[in-house]
């Protein structure tokens, strides 16, 4: 009503002060005592105020969220919550369904889907099934994709709360859309099948292992046709299959190898993410399936030999099965068999020599997981023929790879000693022997500044305090000047967006404290000066030197002569009981200017400074003495220079019959520096030569005109 009225501000503190108390109400929902007997009473004004005000959504269902995850372990709360289910449902599957008008509205969708979710938890089975009969029904009808979309996210939440017939009824619905020339729908019917693989629910299980040999058909036959955005729930689906499985499939576990190692290229990175996992998951199936009297090398060999069939292929698949290779080894490294690490090592080695930068840069990333996550009493039989590699590898991958080559040297030299790892390379690579040189000292420096730091001793060879995880070591990067120089420009950076950003407006606050920023009088509590900052300061920071002044009718007073304006330019004097209070003369800058200029020179400054006696004039009355001497008692009122000074605009201009304004030889510090005295002392000999030459050239000139006045006199 005040809205109408006019009273707009008014209006405005009402509605802050409702939704101010809506704020309130999630707080009051987190493990209250009374829900039994109070939720009935806010159960409906709840729901109709969720479908009609966006504006106090999120706290409903914030607090609807709050109430059902605190309450799960309480039967007679949950009992009473989930008596509403059929009126909260309803609401919340319209506004999950509903376009979303802007990324309000949007946030607000997931936010009713995790609701969603969390009521199903609490909701009868009848009620689950009643709602997953509609959704699929109205997702068979419905023609808009968004709303199609949207009931399919649905009917994969009820997955573990209906039965197991509902759930082959969604699996048939669902595998006509895997393969799908529509990437989004067929993402969604990955999703669906991804959900029910890994669905800890009775039903999904028994579903599963009633209809596993389709399924697993169904997801070999349809690689071809998936696509690249369909890859990371395909393969999370893979993973929870081959998790859930308690009964050995050898052979179905070893066919989707050849899609995990073709994945670690995938552009996303979910989809290079699930391909290792899904290598690992494998190993771990298949040391699993295996019976105890069988021993695990056995099992480490065949999935190894299944893996190493990709090193026949071309650069990019040697690419992926060099790194799958190295995922496997870092994970299973503890029963790997010794004679299929030197297999593996040395085949790998070998491929350093390639000149294909995808296949040299995956064996150095091998070589890199070998060394640094294999014990030292292990590996050092294998240090001679990796020295070798590196040694052998071709120039331009050497190049390319340098900032690897460099790393991996440096984990040799911490782990097997700098003199062992420098006698292994031959004498004639003087640019490696150069490259350990600097990397000796560069070592060194790194443990005197630890040492300084923290009193730590040096780390010792191939110890650490915990195990690196196969991304850290990959990962890793020894161009620490880099990362300081990057650091240091983003701090610079930063220290600028710092400086731009300083807030030019404070608020302040008077006796009755924080100031209400919905009353009329707000605007007066803003200022543009901190109120924290004295006032002296304020005004002084405020003030500058423009030079101009205004007489007592306001005209703008400015002075032709230049010259005649700066020895009368007036100085800052501090306010005393000796200057006169009733001034009718008052700067420019004052009144209009709020900004403050910079000092164009050194003069300038030194005419700005203050005397001794702050605040008391230097034409004081009350003193006789004339300033005149050097030292102290100089005349300050003199300005060196300042017959050379331009009555037109900045800087010097020479004048006839007078020396040069400026110094022939720049005095600066570069001066001293003793590798530039040979160009320092030239500049000085060439001004000396100089000047003897105009000498001897304006003597004879003097002589010649003597002699032709002499010459011309009469006698």
């Not at 493990?31 to 479908?51: E, H, M, N, Y």
């Not at 070999?220 to 690249?228: H, N, R, V, W």
């Not at 298949?286 to 480490?300: F, G, H, I, N």
């Not at 702050?614 to 060196?640: C, E, M, N, Q, V």
Request: charged share 30%; glycine share 6%; proline share 4%.
């Amino acid at each position: 009503m005040s809205g109408q009225d006019g009273d707009k501000i008014g209006h405005k503190t009402f509605e802050v002060i409702t939704y101010q108390i809506w704020s309130l109400l999630p707080g009051f929902c987190n493990c209250p005592t009374d829900i039994a007997t109070s939720f009935k009473s806010v159960a409906r004004i709840l729901g109709v105020q969720l479908g009609s005000r966006k504006e106090i959504r999120l706290d409903i269902l914030t607090s609807l969220r709050h109430l059902v995850a605190r309450n799960l372990e309480n039967e007679e709360n949950k009992v009473e919550l989930a008596r509403y289910s059929k009126n909260f449902l309803p609401i919340l599957f319209n506004l999950y369904t509903t376009v979303p008008a802007g990324a309000e509205e949007a946030g607000q969708r997931l936010a009713s889907l995790e609701t969603i979710k969390l009521y199903f938890m609490i909701s009868d089975t009848e009620l689950v099934n009643t709602m997953f009969d509609r959704a699929l029904e109205k997702f068979r009808i419905e023609t808009l994709q968004f709303t199609r979309d949207a009931v399919l996210d649905l009917l994969r939440t009820m997955l573990p709360h209906i039965e197991e017939s509902r759930i082959t009824v969604l699996y048939k619905e669902t595998v006509a859309r895997v393969n799908s020339k529509d990437h989004k729908e067929q993402k969604k019917a990955y999703r669906v099948l991804e959900e029910m693989c890994k669905c800890p629910s009775p039903a999904c299980q028994q579903f599963i292992l009633s209809t596993l040999p389709s399924l697993q058909i169904q997801l070999l036959s349809s690689l071809s046709s998936a696509s690249p955005s369909s890859q990371p729930p395909r393969l999370r689906c893979l993973i929870s299959l081959i998790s859930s499985l308690q009964e050995p499939h050898v052979d179905f576990a070893l066919s989707i190898i050849p899609e995990a190692v073709l994945s670690i290229r995938a552009v996303n990175s979910k989809a290079r993410a699930a391909s290792f996992s899904l290598l690992i998951v494998v190993g771990e199936a298949l040391q699993r399936w295996t019976p105890p009297p069988a021993s695990q090398d056995s099992v480490v060999r065949r999935y190894m030999a299944a893996l190493l069939a990709g090193l026949a292929g071309n650069p990019g698949l040697i690419h992926c099965t060099v790194l799958a290779v190295s995922r496997i080894y870092f994970q299973f490294r503890d029963v790997f068999p010794e004679d299929l690490t030197d297999q593996i090592l040395n085949n790998i080695l070998m491929l350093m020599s390639s000149a294909s930068r995808e296949v040299a840069g995956a064996a150095l990333s091998f070589v890199k997981v070998f060394v640094t996550s294999t014990p030292i009493m292990n590996s050092t039989k294998y240090v001679a023929n990796i020295v070798k590699a590196l040694v052998e590898m071709p120039e331009d991958c050497k190049r390319h790879f340098r900032v690897k080559t460099k790393y991996l040297m440096e984990r040799l030299v911490r782990k097997f000693g700098w003199d062992y790892v420098s006698s292994l390379v031959p004498k004639s690579d003087l640019k490696m022997h150069k490259r350990l040189k600097n990397m000796r000292k560069e070592l060194a420096r790194m443990a005197r500044r630890v040492s300084e730091d923290s009193g730590a001793d040096e780390e010792d060879f191939g110890t650490t305090k915990r195990h690196k995880s196969m991304d850290e070591i990959l990962a890793d990067s020894s161009d620490e000047d880099g990362e300081m120089l990057e650091d240091e420009a983003a701090s610079n950076k930063g220290k600028d967006k710092k400086k731009k950003k300083t807030p030019q407006t404070w608020i302040q606050e008077g006796a009755e404290g924080i100031v209400d920023l919905l009353a009329p009088t707000a605007a007066q509590a803003v200022s543009s000066t901190n109120p924290k900052t004295p006032k002296s300061d304020a005004e002084k920071a405020k003030k500058t030197n423009s030079g101009f002044k205004i007489n007592s009718d306001g005209k703008l007073m400015i002075n032709d002569d230049d010259d005649f304006a700066e020895e009368e330019h007036p100085k800052k004097r501090r306010s005393t009981g000796l200057e006169d209070s009733d001034s009718d003369e008052e700067t420019f800058e004052t009144l209009v200017s709020s900004k403050k200029r910079k000092g164009n020179s050194e003069a300038g400054s030194m005419k700005s400074g203050k005397s001794g006696m702050s605040g008391i004039s230097s034409k004081s009355t009350f003193s006789k003495y004339t300033a005149g001497g050097s030292g102290i008692h100089r005349d300050l009122k003199s300005d060196p220079g300042a017959e050379y000074r331009s009555k037109k605009g900045h800087g010097d201009v020479k004048k006839a019959g007078k020396n040069d304004p400026y110094a022939y030889i720049p005095m600066t510090h570069k001066a001293l520096n003793k590798r530039k005295q040979a160009k320092a002392k030239g500049q000085f000999s060439s001004v000396i030569n100089a000047a003897r030459k105009g000498a001897s050239k304006g003597n004879k000139a003097r002589v010649k005109d003597v002699k032709h006045l002499m010459k011309n006199m009469k006698v």
